[in-house]
């Protein structure tokens, strides 16, 4: 069974950073897609970063330049490290996985997740 565990979730002032981090268990992270979802209140969840098997990376537009994806294989980690963070940040982070090498935007491919993380940027 596939189990994920983020953290590193906080109250942060905008312009500020966060670095979230998910451990995971019964996958490997060497082997597998993985990816950072979030979801705001009243909104769907979106994708935000994703990394392949191999290591090539995919963001969302709203994020590129300022959020950095990367994983640990030797720790079975992923992490997010966000710079520059605004206020429309705001949300619950999901740490993903799939069952294959790519990874994918539509939250729907993706048959692990976490709990989730809170992340609050004020103005």
């Known amino acids: 069974q596939v189990h994920l565990v983020e953290s590193g979730g906080g109250l942060v002032q905008a312009g500020g950073s966060l670095r979230l981090s998910c451990v995971v268990s019964?996958?490997?992270?060497?082997?597998?897609?993985m990816a950072w979802f979030r979801q705001a209140p009243g909104r769907e969840r979106e994708f935000v970063a994703g990394?392949?098997?191999?290591?090539?990376?995919g963001y969302a537009e709203s994020v590129k330049g300022r959020f950095t994806i990367s994983k640990a294989n030797t720790e079975n980690t992923v992490d997010l490290q966000m710079n520059k963070l605004i206020p429309e940040a705001t949300a619950i982070y999901y740490c993903?996985?799939?069952?294959?090498?790519?990874?994918?935007?539509?939250?729907?491919?993706?048959?692990?997740w976490g709990q989730g993380t809170q992340v609050t940027v004020s103005s």
């Open positions: 990394i392949t098997r191999s290591g090539a990376i």
């Open positions: 019964g996958r490997t992270v060497a082997e597998h897609a």
């Open positions: 993903a996985s799939r069952e294959f090498e790519a990874y994918l935007r539509d939250a729907t491919f993706y048959d692990a």
